[in-house]
């Protein structure tokens, strides 16, 4: 396992040849939900040993209808979080905006998530860069595995070494994604750590009722191809009721599906490996 890795795991007693989990609701929804989730995973990640990443939204700044919820408000959102952290002695992470985000969520989560449509945004990653903060970026739906070493070099000529790297799927016509499995290695080129965004790479986004879709059921067969194909992270937006979700409902597991799906994977990790 990588080396910052390595340190921001130290608390957590797992096996270093499993792959690690960032997983988490889309957003901070309550405190009661939160804490319900990540007490959750973070128990079935003890018992399957399992590097795991808590992973919220205190804002969601992309959303397609001005309806669409947002957050209970920055400051609430980030506290929550840290409060996760601080109770489970998980690491946590949450996505950021702008470079002010960047530097005020830092003070917050040990990992900064760059959004995928946000991923050439110089003065965000040279922001993000200089927390000093393990800096997670996520490859645009519009952007190659190959092309993603730009965003790569941004953040270590800032003076940071500690990135890694998401595939989220890419643009198929206007309201499908696909994922094309050759970014895991060709991203791995770049001698970061690789993520495989499972529960967003199944979106359909731009959907006329203003609410972006999804295909759930293919959960795990994404997860299964990253694991096999070598990808060192896995990243599974959760809920215990994904059709009552204030976010990304649409293409999330279902909470009591995750103990199944992680069984399976650490057996095919093994196999692999």
Known sequence: MNS?????FQQQTYNSDNFFLIA?????????????????????????????????SYRKANRTSANSFTGLGDAV?????????????????SDVHSAAEAIEAAQYVDVLQIP?????????LLAAAGTQKIVN??????????AMGFAVEKIRKAGNDNVML????????YQDLVVDFRNIPWMQAHQVPVVMDVTHSLQQPNQTTGVTGGNPQLIETIAKAAVAVGAQGLFIETHPNPSK??????????????????EKLVRLRAAVV
Do not use: W
């Open 4 to 8: 910052f890795l390595a340190n921001l």
């Open 24 to 56: 988490g609701p889309c957003v901070v929804e309550s405190e009661e939900l939160v804490f319900e989730i990540a007490e959750k995973v973070s128990t079935l990640c003890r018992q399957y040993s399992v590097p795991y990443i808590f992973k919220a």
């Open 77 to 93: 959102g980030l506290d929550v979080i840290k409060k996760v952290g601080k109770h489970f002695q998980l690491p946590t992470t």
């Open 116 to 124: 995928a449509f946000l991923c050439r945004q110089t003065d965000l």
């Open 137 to 146: 970026v996520k490859k645009g739906q519009f952007v190659s595995g190959q």
């Open 166 to 173: 998401t595939e989220r799927g890419t643009t198929f016509g």
């Open 245 to 262: 979700a204030l976010s990304d409902g649409a293409n999330m597991l279902a909470l009591h599906l995750l103990e199944p799906l992680l």
